[in-house]
């Protein structure tokens, strides 16, 4: 049989340490031998954007926005000892940072669910996806530690010098306060790509704030939402037969512990700082936690969850063996090339990525794991594979299916 042809590129972003390492390796192993892969390579490697002054992350973005899907390895985040490890000409930001501003998009997270890899929450029997706002609230904020009496206030000076002006406190002792803003074009952006990735998903998408408490800066997400929704997604949400949900924040929680999972759970800043931890490790391994980045205007970008595995790396230079895993990284590729059928209407490349995953879960069930789901199975007497192994035996698996 011939290999499964593809219309339009996907754009492909190669990283850093042991998941470049495997992504050859998936490539290699589970991708090419299937699909006549057509990518458009960034090497987001860091020795490459630093010889690139990192323009290569801006132009992978742009390559983004121009083909609509791309797939992403993990990369190094640059900090002192990098910029000495790796001799680099300057500290440069976070691609994720850099691709994310380009595409105004929003990240959505969501478990990879396997038998014998139980979540600790008994009712959750369908990943959560959480999807986080990524811009100011607390993590823009400002403030100041009162030294003693005196009065607090929060001034907007207009444009045209007219003056808002409200008192926060009146201190008669020493204390704190703190200034937060946000802007109605990013909640906008977010509540979009949440519409937006709920239909694609075909799942309900929930949001919850503290509206009652803050009365306009919560409030106004709610507002957002509610707008956009009743005039731009109503009718396609109906449509699919999926709904809009908003709550307060305390009984969103309450109801995620209770839920059997199965929604996108849309979040402020701060809650999805938070939330997204505590999903994730309750769903079992952040190696098995895929992530993506949709923009307002339906442009998506897969990877995992997960960084470089530095540690595992040096391992791998030693010549010791690795058990690390690549399943995030296998789901992000079949994410990539899943939603490139759907958008180009190649039914085989949808199929294929279907398979790929079910092959990839089959080998964990059958007992046959990395070391980091071994520790955590409830599988009795689980095989513990290097990684290299355990790509081995999910190509085996996939010319059985
Ligand atoms: P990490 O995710 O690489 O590792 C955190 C912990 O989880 C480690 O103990 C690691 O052994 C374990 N782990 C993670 N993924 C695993 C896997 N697939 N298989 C087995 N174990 C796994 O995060 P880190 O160590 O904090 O960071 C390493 C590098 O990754 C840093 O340079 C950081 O900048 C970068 N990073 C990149 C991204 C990204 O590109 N999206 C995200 C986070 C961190």
Redesign the pocket.
């Known amino acids: 049989m011939g290999k499964i042809q593809m219309t339009t590129p996907i754009v492909e972003m190669d990283?850093?340490?042991?998941?470049r390492v495997?992504w050859q390796l998936i490539k290699d192993k589970l991708i090419l031998p299937y699909v006549d892969l057509k990518s458009e390579y960034y090497d987001l490697g860091l020795k490459h954007r630093d010889e690139t002054d990192d323009q290569v992350t801006v132009d992978s973005a742009n390559a983004t926005l121009k083909y609509g899907v791309a797939v992403?390895?993990?990369?190094?985040?640059?900090?002192d000892e990098?910029v000495k490890e790796y001799s680099l000409k300057k500290m440069y930001k976070?691609?994720?940072g850099t691709i994310r501003a380009i595409l105004d998009g929003t990240v959505f997270r969501t478990p990879i669910m396997v038998k014998g890899i139980e979540p600790n929450v008994r009712t959750w029997e369908s990943p959560i996806t959480l999807a986080r706002h990524a811009y100011g609230d607390v993590y823009k904020n400002v403030e100041i530690r009162v030294p003693g009496p005196g009065k607090a206030e929060l001034v907007f000076t207009g444009a045209d010098g007219t003056e808002i002006r409200e008192t926060i406190h009146e201190f008669t002792e020493p204390g704190i306060i703190q200034g937060m803003h946000n802007k109605d074009a990013s909640i906008e952006s977010f509540a979009r790509a949440c519409f937006k990735y709920a239909l694609s998903e075909k799942k309900e998408l929930w949001l919850g704030t503290k509206d009652t408490i803050s009365k306009t800066y919560d409030r106004r997400f709610r507002d957002i939402f509610d707008e956009i929704y009743e005039k731009e997604f109503k009718e396609d949400f109906e449509k699919a037969g999926i709904t809009y949900f908003y709550t307060l924040i305390d009984d969103a929680v309450a109801r995620v512990m209770k839920s059997k999972g199965g929604f996108i759970w849309a979040c402020k800043n701060y809650d999805g700082d938070v939330m997204s931890d505590m999903v994730s490790s309750a769903f079992g391994?952040?190696?098995m936690m895929t992530?993506v980045l949709v923009s307002p205007s339906g442009v998506y970008e897969y990877?995992?969850?997960?960084?470089?595995?530095?540690?595992?790396y040096y391992k791998y230079l030693k010549g010791e063996p690795t058990?690390?895993?690549?399943?995030?990284?296998i789901f992000a590729w079949t994410g990539a090339l899943r939603k490139r059928g759907e958008l180009d209407n190649i039914k085989e490349l949808m199929e294929f990525a279907d398979k790929l995953e079910k092959a990839t879960l089959s080998v964990i069930e059958s007992g046959r794991m990395?070391?980091?789901l071994a520790l955590i199975t409830s599988l009795p007497n689980p095989v513990k594979l290097g990684s290299e192994e355990f790509l081995d035996a999910i190509a085996a698996e996939l010319e059985t299916i």
Do not use: F, W
Request: charged share 15%; proline share 7%.
């Open positions: 990283g850093d340490e042991m998941t495997l992403k390895c993990a990369t190094i985040t640059p900090n990098r976070s691609p994720n391994s952040l190696a992530s990877e995992a969850a997960h960084g470089t595995v530095q540690r595992h058990s690390t895993n690549p399943v995030a990284t990395t070391g980091d």
